[in-house]
């Protein structure tokens, strides 16, 4: 099992920066591929970013592309999305979850990972 915490969400007005963090606990974190996913009310979750095991492999959905950069840091057992330029329709629970083995799946979709956390809550004003 493993158990993923997040933190760091709150309010802040468009243009304005957030980080928002995922602390990882129960298995050895360096063994997971971690993304990011968020949910807007009413709409269905959609994927945010990816990194590899090794941090060295990121992946970004179009929407954030150049806005938000994923990272971790291995030593912390913690992933980061620093989300830069923000919108109004960046607002929407963020969720960070967990895939063991080679990012060789299709980590756009939420099905293939194997941990979630409860998400934090961003909320973008215009």
């Known amino acids: 099992q493993v158990q993923l915490v997040e933190s760091g969400g709150g309010q802040v007005q468009a243009g304005g920066s957030l980080t928002v963090s995922c602390a990882a606990s129960?298995?050895?974190?360096?063994?997971?591929?971690m993304g990011w996913f968020r949910q807007a009310p009413g709409k269905e979750r959609q994927f945010v970013a990816v990194?590899?095991?090794?941090?060295?492999?990121?992946y970004y959905a179009d929407s954030v592309k150049g806005r938000f950069t994923i990272s971790r840091d291995n030593a912390k057992n913690t992933v980061y999305l620093q989300m830069n330029s923000l919108r109004p329709e960046d607002t929407a629970v963020y969720y960070c979850?967990?895939?063991?083995?080679?990012?060789?799946?299709?980590?756009?979709?939420?099905?293939?990972?194997?941990?979630w956390g409860q998400g934090t809550q961003v909320t973008v004003s215009s």
């Open positions: 979850a967990a895939k063991m083995g080679l990012l060789r799946f299709n980590y756009y979709s939420d099905s293939p990972y194997d941990y």
């Open positions: 129960g298995r050895t974190f360096s063994n997971y591929n």
């Open positions: 990194v590899s095991r090794t941090g060295l492999s990121t």
